[in-house]
């Protein structure tokens, strides 16, 4: 049982559509963090969200952190093929900042 | 600044060996991390390394041991390999501690047990 569940685990849409990534637990966390990662290569950071309630905006893309800080999404406004890539969320959770946790993932792509 | 570099970056072993992969951390980082990657999934786990000394492990058996060097390299060492090991082994690095730390990944390393 993953610890950090994201939904969906996969997506496919046409340029220019709107699309919201979720990731949820039931357990507390210190923080979260948002990554993409592109076949063959590690994961790349995209953002760290660490208050609850906290957005973040990164261009196109908007990232929440749940009140509880038990979940968070990401949505991407008006996406395009450069999005495409795996979207993992992961984080530590309260008490616990040496062991790192994260989500199953979620594969987009974007078709143009 | 060079970023978090993994060694090798493929290789192929079969089943019974023994494997040793190498990860150098981002400039000033002191802790390494090393996860399991299988394809399709999120990274899995497996320990972290801080002063050379373990500092936490995941849900992995004693096959699976580390190391980290005075200069804060470290390698990941799986003995008697299985063909479900073959994954993408991911090594992240980081500093500081508590809920701002943030961990800079490497490539991979991409094992293929035959």
């Known amino acids: 049982t993953q610890l950090l569940e994201q939904s969906p685990q996969f997506l496919s849409i046409q340029e220019g559509e709107n699309l919201t990534v979720y990731c949820n637990s039931s357990?507390?966390?210190?923080?979260l963090q948002w990554y993409r990662q592109e076949p063959g290569e590690g994961p790349v950071l995209l953002v760290t969200?660490?208050?609850?309630?906290e957005v973040k905006k990164l261009k196109r893309l908007t990232f929440q952190f749940g009140d509880a800080r038990k979940d968070s999404s990401l949505h991407i406004t008006a996406a395009q093929p450069g999005d495409t890539g795996l979207y993992l969320c992961a984080g530590h959770r309260e008490y616990n900042f040496n062991k790192f946790y994260f989500g199953s993932g979620t594969k987009l792509n974007v078709k143009p | 600044d060079a970023g978090v570099t993994q060694s090798p970056t493929h290789l192929i072993k079969t089943r019974g060996q023994q494997v040793t992969l190498r990860c150098s951390p981002k400039s000033g980082h002191d802790t390494v991390s090393w996860y399991q990657q299988a394809l399709g999934q999120g990274p899995q786990f497996i320990f972290q390394?801080?002063?050379?000394?373990?500092?936490q492990r995941g849900n992995f058996p004693d096959r699976f041991s580390g190391h980290q060097f005075p200069n804060y390299s470290s390698e990941l060492n799986v003995n008697a390999l299985l063909l479900g090991d073959s994954a993408l082994y991911l090594c992240?690095?980081?500093?500081?501690?508590?809920?701002?730390?943030?961990?800079?990944f490497g490539p991979g390393t991409r094992l293929l047990v035959l």
């Open positions: 969200v660490v208050t609850g309630g």
């Open positions: 390394y801080y002063e050379e000394e373990e500092r």
């Open positions: 357990s507390v966390f210190s923080s």
């Open positions: 992240a690095s980081s500093s500081g501690q508590g809920n701002r730390e943030t961990q800079y």
